[in-house]
């Protein structure tokens, strides 16, 4: 399990490249959803 300061750092992370203004260097959905954030869930499921 990731120590809350790694999650945060994921978090935010992922965050920064969803919000990026240009969209050619913006996260897509099929990116956001491969991002390392989300590796936990894969766990559980």
Known sequence: M???DAEHE???DLIGKMLE???AKRI???EALKH????PLKKHT
């Open 36 to 39: 390392p954030f989300f590796y």
């Open 28 to 30: 897509t959905l099929k």
């Open 2 to 4: 990731l120590s809350q």
């Open 10 to 12: 994921l978090l935010f």
């Open 21 to 23: 203004y240009d969209p």
